[in-house]
């Protein structure tokens, strides 16, 4: 087969996988919108997001504690894991040394590769005391199962991503770079934080998208941790119950229950739309930024 032929040949079936991939994410969609059909058709989009009560042998389903519960966990260990990370991944790139970084490396791919139940138990063993001890410290009172606890193990779980992927994206910057702006006189941290990252900001912001949608959607670990409590959280010492744990905890239970399935089918739909929107909105920000930094 000649040389040109086998070209069209391999971009056609890459173009063929990529559609795939496309067709897959809109078949889940619709899938999850069929199942949570009845649902929607008998209580209505408003009350579904907007209703605070859940108690499905009534027929009500508000999702609005479940999807505030995720909010607040997810957005915690965001906060709690992006300077973090960030501050990490600089030193590996621009000051620690190679023997270092070496050693650094493969510690990041086994936290990686540690399962979610294995975060769960350390949580409940030794985060949840801390926190429950913080809070008799602000005179709160706390079982530990909180928004805390789960933000603060959701963090340490996606540390190991965040740092990975903003570490290499750093170290694609070229030297030459480094080297123009040192030769100006400018210091090595003004290097780093007006050349350095600003050449790897795109990168960045993708390493922080990997680290929300994992963050977002994680299950077992949170479950185990986050006391799911199906109310409003009002401060980090109060339970939570997100919409994963929701999930995992009830289906396959009371699907006697009419329109149950439907409705834990509808908080699955509101991760995907929810991710789905993130994603979308960081896409547009990455092209915002390309275009403005080129």
């Known amino acids: 087969m000649p040389r040109q032929w086998r070209d069209r040949l391999a971009a056609l079936m890459m173009k063929g996988l990529a ?15 069929a199942k949570s059909w009845p649902v929607l058709s008998a209580c209505g989009l408003r009350q579904l997001l907007l ?12 999702c609005y504690p479940f999807l505030i519960g995720t909010l607040w966990v997810s957005g915690l260990a965001m906060a709690l894991s992006i300077p973090i990370c960030l501050l990490c991944a600089l030193y590996l790139s621009e ?10 490396k493969p510690m990041l791919d086994l936290l990686a590769g540690i399962p ?5 138990l350390w949580g409940m063993l030794a985060v949840v005391p801390v926190v429950r001890w913080l809070g008799w410290r602000a005179g709160v009172a706390t079982t530990g199962y909180s928004v ?3 933000g603060v193990v959701l963090a340490i779980m996606v540390f190991p991503i965040i740092i990975s992927v903003a570490e290499e994206v750093l170290r694609k910057v070229p030297l030459e770079a480094r080297e123009a702006s040192l030769a100006l006189g400018a210091t090595r941290w003004q290097t780093t934080k007006h050349v350095v990252v600003r050449a790897a900001l795109p990168g960045i912001i993708a390493a922080i998208i990997l680290g929300f949608t994992r963050a977002f959607g994680e299950t077992m670990a949170v479950l185990m941790v986050v006391g799911n409590v199906a109310r409003l959280p009002r401060s980090l010492f109060d339970p939570a119950y997100p919409l994963p744990a929701l999930i995992a905890n009830n289906y396959g239970e009371m699907m006697s229950v009419p329109r149950y399935d439907a409705a834990l089918m509808f908080a699955a739909l509101m991760l995907l739309a929810v991710v789905l929107g993130f994603n979308i909105m960081a896409a547009l920000v990455l092209r915002a930024l390309e275009r403005r930094l080129a």
């Open 19 to 33: 559609l795939a991939c496309v067709a897959l994410a809109l078949s889940i969609s619709i899938a999850l919108l």
């Open 95 to 104: 000051h620690a040394r190679s023997r270092l970084r070496a050693a650094a």
């Open 116 to 120: 979610s139940v294995v975060f769960g």
């Open 148 to 150: 805390l606890a789960g």
């Open 51 to 62: 209703g605070s009560s859940w108690h499905p042998r009534q027929g009500a389903f508000g």
